[in-house]
């Protein structure tokens, strides 16, 4: 259970802030004068994409920080990781 800490401290942020920015960056989308002419899932895609590029950017940090404390735990206890195929059986 190493890492579920900053794996939840990073996954609820990162759904708080896309969820934030979508609903921003759609309005914003939405304002702009002749958007209408556009179809709507070509707004929706873009204000998704640009969410989601801003919220990966600022959780980025925490999830490097909680890949290198999984990495160090299983660099201190190699027989715990058995690989993907490993898991499985």
């Not at 969410?51 to 950017?57: E, F, K, L, M, R």
């Not at 925490?62 to 027989?79: E, G, H, S, Y």
């Amino acid at each position: 259970y190493r890492g579920v800490l900053p794996t939840v401290l990073r996954d609820a942020p990162a759904s708080g802030v896309y969820l934030l920015l979508y609903s921003k960056f759609l309005d914003a989308a939405l304002a702009v004068p002749g958007i209408d002419q556009a179809p709507r899932a070509v707004v929706n895609f873009v204000s998704g994409i640009a969410a989601g590029a801003v919220a990966t950017v600022v959780t980025n940090p925490p999830d490097v920080v909680r890949t290198r404390m999984q990495l160090q735990f299983l660099a201190v206890r190699p027989t715990m990781s058995k690989g993907a195929v490993g898991g499985v059986k």
